[in-house]
């Protein structure tokens, strides 16, 4: 629905009131927008000093991602949010043009093909070509796939917008001190959701950001009933419990630094066999012989939503992001078909603790940065990021929101895609903060990830980039799906002593471009990071389990 | 009715055969319409029924939003439905640009393909014909993906696979070249050629007895004509059947046209739906890194309003062209009994 | 199995020759015919086939990247990929997953062909029109996802509650994977179009006279359909061998590779490598099954040799 009526809208043909200043006057008079009123500045005649797009015509190829043109005719019900805003934006920048185009952004063998031949669109998600992890992604720029707007960032001030836990994710798009992307986007952290309602049925109190897995164990058997399981998880399901002991994949204990290889690093699936037969019994138990997890080869994020939604589980595992997002499938969907407030429904807690209390690094903040097409020109790329700097960190974000507000009367649709990337996290002409409309135990448990869990030391911020990846992930998914799904007897550790194996051997065929002594003194500080880290937020992980290995693996590693 | 004997039909052990025979096919008919009873009811219902397992045989609140929402595309550029930011130009555009590249494509394809596997076939003897036949067929033998670009170069610098012409030697000129990319040659030139129409062809082709070509020739006559007034209408069915296969993959090839063409007004409607249809099959996802990829194209399409309900919309009106060519194939198909019935 | 021995009346009454005694003697002008015939396939195929083929295969020995400088490295990535077990992993996985695939199915489009060319004429049209279009991959997608789901889905209902068995693995098995993941290619009777175009062009009269002569229903399938069919069914065996050892799509959407790299076929992992930027070694891998596809290839026809004139 538009705010913008009839005589509104000749006036604003006729050129004779700007749109902004009208926006402005409406906002005032529209019922509950009491704030403007106030003098709230709700729109600036010019947002800060951001350089403007220059004279010359510019075009900016999207691929309907994350910008789309304004229609050409007025659609039936109104102008969108978004299409107001970007109306402004058009007044202020009247030589610049957006244009659709049919790119596979989506696909990585197209867009990798489309910027090879320098036909990709002005933005993109650079996590398709970079596989969506931090290692990837620095591949990816450091081959120069992404255009580097190092300078465009200074000049926005972006470093500043940003909020503390966009910069806390920033080797998700900056490789050094050169910046290869911005944020359109922020997943806080993963978790688990809980169906509250049931919890309460069954008598179990909500959990902590101190639960353990067994303590899911006992949640999952308590909630599995004859047509509903307790849990419902990926495929990767046993990953999230091995990731809370530090174990699997490439996380803190699996990988050792090893500078007289080629490659710097040693994979190491056979220390702590102890945990990992543990581990791994009790996610087996859990499926085989409580059987209060719903799982498949098959399941992704997608299916395991919609099990959670059709109540055929309990709980799920998912990233904390889609907690805000209010299309089907997801919880605020599931809450409006059950007729019934989401807080009393859907809860949402961190992923748990492993032994001793070591935090799971899958619950650190996840940023898919959006680039740019390396072949835009420096006037382009100005042009882009002015875009961008309006909708996502100035007035073009409050107004979408707003307006969206006040045609929803719904604070949950204000505050959907929570947090925002931009630091500031109310929205002009909006009374309310993200707790009224999401609950504060969720802020809280945001809070919680965002000011602990992601302060976890990142490798990618203190080793240089490889060029070249490296031994694929698939290696350890195999090991992972053996362990979760293989019938019968498994010996864990057999299985795990293969995958080490075969990792290494990859590994063996691939020379790092990091010089040793490099190496050595990214690894020393990397480690001494993790040491200070975990004293702080885990005494007793710190003491019992990370220093004695610390000393006894780590340091002779790199001859300390 | 050749194979089943005149005589003694009556017999219960040929009955029985028959019966069995005739359940088999039935039962082949069953599991295959299964996929195409789903898409279609599952179009008719509305999101949160899509969800539900197992899934209801028959929508229990039949809702028309979905195709509403398709057709308020197709007929117009303008539209209340936020899908338009995804489906940019109104359907009738992209189906425009299907049949303008499939049937382009095809008619140059069928000819080249057809003649190179008779002149195999028939004009080309032992060692020669043997190097010649992987020469044509050899490039199946290459996965796609991998001659992906190279290809794709090609289509922006003929004759270099390169993203920019080389300079001429000695100038600060680029050497000339020839870009058929973002236009619809690009989709019909490098179709020329059809490597499994040419082993089609060819397999049909040596069923044809050296002696009728042989006879021909003793009659006088060039090849050409022979080929034309002999062997083409004996081989009817197998052009059918030719069109048929090319019609199909063309009509569905996605990665391809997505790659060669970027200009909302020649994308194809494979391109259009199957970028819709990836967003929600999230394939292969085998960790979390991936998923977020896989969220985030899905999100995509979430956000603008599209669900499982409009995705089988689009899915059956990709379906439909390819329903209407079978018809046409399987008439010419079937006319080459006519035809031959003499012999 | 007898050879087959065609009589023909020629046009003009000539001496009835056999197949195996006719030459084929081309003339002059006929060979430059021929030639004119090769031509317009001879250059798309060069120019838009072996062109990009052979610069791929330059390319998988350098650090190939999408943009940037690219550098020769020779052999590396060959022996990168060769030293990595999940190479040969894929490879076992692939080979087993073709055989398995071609044994299975592909007689089964044969013999619907020959079935549904004894179906009365107005029955077979609807029938070659419900059997023979091709399923749409997403609705096949989540029907068999559904159908296959180990805990809630139809297979597991029929096994359990219908046959009373355990409750069986499916796709969560490392051991049956590749066998559940090609057992929807039994409905697939696409091919079967073709060996009905090539059914169209076996006489009534043939099956009559064999029948004078007693043949039973699968002694005239024997003696007269199949050798009939020979060269078409060598060229779509061709084309299958080919076919499988590339799959991809299928077990990529269902399964990604798991359990335990069961169903990861080599398509699969050069996918995995170009997905990791690792350009060079993917297109290594691609070359390998190349040359392998390429071998079975010649092998095959020399073994089978089913050019009449060769």
């Known amino acids: 629905m538009s705010i913008i009526d009839e005589k509104g809208l000749i006036a604003m043909q006729q050129n004779t009131v700007s749109r902004r200043e009208f926006l402005k006057v409406v906002g005032a008079s529209s019922a509950g927008v009491v704030a403007a009123a106030a003098g709230l500045p709700v729109m600036a005649a010019s947002s800060s000093a951001a350089p403007r797009a220059q004279a010359a015509e510019i075009v900016l190829q999207t691929a309907s991602w994350p910008y789309t043109p304004l229609p050409e005719t007025e659609p039936e019900g109104g102008y969108s949010a978004y299409e107001q805003a970007l109306m402004i934006w058009l007044e202020d920048n009247p030589n610049v043009r957006i244009e659709t185009v049919e790119v596979g952004i989506w696909d990585t063998s197209a867009l990798l093909t489309a910027i090879a031949g320098g036909t990709a669109p002005a933005y993109f998600s650079s996590g398709v070509i970079g596989s969506w992890n931090v290692a990837g992604l620095q591949a990816a720029y450091a081959q120069g796939l992404v255009a580097d707007i190092t300078e465009q960032y200074e000049a926005f001030g972006f470093e500043e917008k940003f909020s503390a836990l966009a910069r806390a994710g920033s080797a998700y798009y900056k490789l050094g001190d050169r910046v290869f992307g911005v944020l359109n986007e922020i997943a806080p952290g993963n978790g688990i959701y809980y169906r509250r309602d049931l919890l309460e049925e069954a008598g179990l109190p909500e959990p902590t950001v101190d639960w353990t897995w067994d303590d899911v164990r006992e949640y999952a058997r308590a909630l599995t009933t004859e047509d509903r399981k307790g849990l419902v998880m990926q495929n990767w399901g046993l990953g999230w419990q091995l990731g809370a002991e530090g174990l699997g994949d490439n996380n803190l204990f699996s990988r050792i630094p090893d500078p007289a290889s080629g490659w710097n690093w040693k994979w190491d699936y056979t220390s702590f066999p102890e945990v990992y037969e543990r581990t791994v019994a009790r996610y087996r138990a859990m499926a085989y012989e409580d059987e209060s997890i719903l799982q498949d080869v098959t399941f992704n994020d997608g299916s395991v939503a919609q099990s959670f939604y059709n109540g055929e589980a309990a709980m799920m595992t998912n990233p904390s992001q889609f907690y805000t997002r209010v299309t089907e499938p997801w919880p605020y969907a599931m809450a409006e078909n059950m007729g019934r407030p989401m807080e009393e429904v859907v809860g949402f807690m961190t992923h748990p603790r492993g032994v001793s209390g070591h935090l799971n690094p899958a619950a650190r903040v996840v940023i898919p940065p959006t680039g740019l097409n390396p072949d835009l020109t420096t006037a382009e790329k100005e042009a882009a990021l002015s875009l961008y700097n309006f909708m996502e960190m100035e007035d073009g974000f409050d107004l979408q929101r707003r307006l969206l507000y006040e045609e929803t009367g719904d604070l949950k649709q204000a505050f959907s895609i929570f947090p925002f990337p931009r630091a500031k996290d109310t929205i002009d002409g909006v009374e309310g903060t993200a707790a009224d409309a999401w609950g504060q135990d969720f802020i809280d448990v945001l809070n919680f990830q965002a000011e602990v869990i992601s302060q976890m030391p990142e490798a990618g911020l203190f080793f240089p980039a490889e060029e070249n990846l490296g031994p694929t992930g698939d290696a350890w998914a195999d090991a992972q799906s053996t362990l979760s799904y293989e019938r019968g007897e498994v010996d864990a550790m057999a299985v795990l002593a293969q995958a080490e194996e075969t990792r290494n051997q990859q590994a063996a065929g691939f020379v790092s471009s990091t010089p040793d002594d490099v190496f050595v003194e990214a690894a020393v500080a990397f480690y001494a990071a993790h040491d200070a880290y975990w004293q702080k937020v885990a005494p007793e992980f710190h003491e019992n389990v990370f220093t004695p290995w610390y000393d006894s693996v780590i340091k002779p590693a790199l001859g300390m | ?343 | 199995m007898a050879q087959e021995s065609v009589t023909v009346t020629t046009p003009i009454g000539a001496e009835e020759q056999t197949q195996e005694q006719v030459q084929t003697r081309v003339t002059r002008r006929g060979r430059i015919e021929k030639w004119l015939f090769l031509l317009p396939a001879l250059l798309f195929q060069t120019f838009w086939g072996w062109y990009p083929l052979i610069v791929a295969f330059l390319l998988s020995f350098t650090d190939a990247r999408p943009r940037g400088p690219i550098s020769w490295r020779g052999i590396e990535s060959y022996q990168r990929m060769f030293n990595d077990p999940l190479t040969w992993q894929a490879f076992q996985v692939t080979f087993t997953y073709a055989i398995l695939s071609i044994v299975l199915t592909f007689m089964i489009p044969i013999f619907v062909a020959i079935l549904l060319m004894e179906m009365p004429r107005k029955h077979m049209r609807w029938m070659m029109l419900l059997w023979f279009l091709p399923l749409s991959g997403i609705a096949s997608t989540i029907l068999w996802r559904y159908l296959y789901n180990a805990q809630y889905g139809l297979f597991q209902y029929i096994a359990t509650n219908i046959l009373g068995m355990e409750p069986q693995p499916f796709l969560n098995s490392s051991d049956q994977v590749i066998f559940w993941l090609i057992f929807p290619g039994l409905l697939l009777f696409g091919p079967g179009l073709i060996y009905m175009a090539g059914l169209q062009g076996i006489p009534q009269s043939y099956y009559e006279a064999a029948e004078v002569e007693g043949a039973s229903f699968w002694r005239k399938i024997w003696t007269i359909t199949l050798p009939r069919l020979r060269p078409i069914i060598a060229m779509t065996l061709t084309f299958a061998i080919i076919g499988t050892l590339q799959i991809f799509d299928w077990p990529q959407i269902m399964t990604g590779g798991q359990p335990g790299g069961a169903s990861r076929t080599v398509v699969m992992y050069m996918y995995s490598l170009l997905s990791n930027l690792r350009y060079a070694d993917g297109t290594a891998l691609a070359i390998m099954l190349f040359a392998v596809i390429f071998g079975i290839t010649i092998i095959y026809r020399t073994i089978f040799r089913e050019d009449p004139d060769a």
């Open chain 2, 1 to 343: 009715m050749a194979l089943f004997p005149k005589v003694g039909r009556k017999q219960p052990g040929v009955r029985f055969a028959w019966y069995t025979v005739v359940a088999i096919l039935l039962l082949g008919i069953f599991l295959h319409l299964l996929p195409f009873y789903f898409m279609i009811t599952t179009s008719f219902k509305t999101t949160q029924e899509t969800f539900a397992i197992p899934p209801t045989l028959w929508p229990q609140e039949p809702s028309f939003k979905a195709w509403e929402l398709i057709f308020n595309v197709t007929t117009a550029s303008s539209s209340s439905e936020r899908i338009r930011t995804l489906l940019p130009q109104p359907m009738y555009i992209y189906f425009r640009n299907s049949m303008i590249q499939v049937l382009g494509a095809m008619a140059i394809s069928l000819p080249v393909t057809a003649f190179a596997a008779y002149a195999n076939s028939k004009l080309q003897q032992g060692r020669t014909a043997r190097w010649f036949f992987l020469f044509f067929i050899g490039t199946l033998m290459l996965p796609f993906a991998v001659t992906l670009i190279p290809s794709f170069l090609l289509t922006r610098n003929f004759p270099f696979p390169t993203p920019n012409p080389p300079l001429i030697p000695g100038t600060e000129n680029p050497f000339p070249t020839i870009r058929i990319w973002n236009t619809p040659w690009a989709i019909i030139i490098p179709a020329g050629f059809n490597a499994f129409n040419f082993l089609l062809f060819k397999g049909f082709f040596d069923t044809i007895p050296n002696s009728i070509i042989q006879a021909a020739r003793v009659d006088g006559g060039s090849e050409f004509n022979i080929f034309r007034r002999i062997v083409v209408p004996m081989s009817i069915p197998v052009f059918a059947v030719a069109a048929w296969f090319q019609f199909g993959a063309l009509w569905d090839s996605f990665l391809w046209p997505l790659v060669v063409l970027q200009s909302t007004d020649v994308i194809p409607m494979s391109v259009a739906i199957n970028n819709l249809i990836q967003a929600f099959q999230q394939a292969g996802v085998t960790n979390a890194d991936q998923a977020m990829g896989a969220s985030q194209a899905f999100q995509q399409a979430l956000d603008a309003g599209l669900s499982w309900p409009g995705l089988m919309v689009l899915g059956i009106l990709q379906t439909i062209p390819v329903f209407v060519m079978f018809i046409i194939c399987r008439e010419y198909l079937l006319k080459g009994v006519r035809l031959r019935g003499l012999k």
